[in-house]
């Protein structure tokens, strides 16, 4: 069965710190891995895609990832604000008409 | 473009009633995805359109649901009768290309539905 698996489920850290998400599937054939944020009351936005050959993917102070190997990936947030406070979704895709697997998520809150 | 658009935001009914969720995808786009939400089990992808046809809707809970999409600007999900179980924000998602989601998704505002 396919399964995306993230950690920690949630998570408070102090403004301008850095923090990792953690991503683990198990999701095959791949496609490609996509990170979304979700702020609260809105609709998820893609920060990043990677696909089987590439390792890192940078968004601004976004950083993801991708280890293919062990099907791990990790989201890297460099010096937090209070707007990175949100929910952070790891999607694995397939691809073609195969759906995707959402992860359940991690809730990262940034305190000042 | 405005990006994709939901109505309503918010859906307060009550249970036995007729529920209709109105999404209208970015121009241009070639499939449609509606998505239902909670705590307990994150996203869930209910059904899924390529070009107007429906591809997929394992997703769909039971019959009470269902979804049309009929033309390339315009799709409703419906339920009825609607159970206080179906309480949980519903998306619309739209993307470029074909397929069940290989393509990065944009996803509307989201409608709360609360089944009293």
């Known amino acids: 069965k396919n399964q995306v698996e993230q950690s920690p489920q949630s998570l408070i850290i102090l403004e301008g710190k850095n923090c990792t998400l953690q991503?683990?599937?198990?999701?095959?054939?791949?496609?490609?891995l996509r990170w979304y944020k979700q702020d609260t009351g809105r609709g998820p936005v893609s920060l990043t895609i990677?696909?089987?050959?590439?390792n890192t993917k940078s968004n601004g102070r976004y950083t993801a990832t991708l280890d293919a190997d062990t099907k791990q990936s990790s989201l890297h947030i460099t010096a937090s604000q209070l707007s990175d406070s949100a929910s952070y979704i790891c999607?694995?895709?397939?691809?073609?008409?195969?759906?995707?697997?959402f992860g359940t998520g991690t809730k990262l809150q940034v305190i000042p | 473009d405005a990006g994709v658009i939901q109505s309503p935001r918010h859906e307060v009914t009550e249970m036995g009633q007729e529920v209709t969720l109105r999404c209208k995808p970015i121009?241009?786009?070639?499939?449609l995805f509606w998505y239902r939400q909670t705590m307990m089990r994150g996203l869930e992808l209910l059904i899924y359109?390529?070009?107007?046809?429906?591809?997929?809707d394992s997703g769909m809970p039971e019959d009470r649901f269902s979804a049309k999409m009929p033309n390339a600007s315009f799709s409703t999900l419906k339920i009825q009768p609607s159970e206080p179980r179906d309480s949980a924000v519903y998306f619309c998602?739209?993307?470029?290309?074909?397929?069940?989601?290989?393509?990065?998704?944009?996803f509307g505002p989201g409608t709360r539905l609360t089944v009293l």
């Open positions: 998602a739209s993307s470029p290309g074909q397929g069940a989601g290989s393509d990065t998704q944009y």
């Open positions: 991503c683990n599937y198990t999701v095959s054939p791949f496609s490609n």
């Open positions: 990677m696909t089987f050959s590439e």
């Open positions: 999607v694995v895709s397939p691809g073609g008409y195969q759906k995707v697997t």
């Open positions: 121009s241009g786009h070639n499939s």
């Open positions: 359109f390529n070009n107007n046809v429906p591809i997929d």
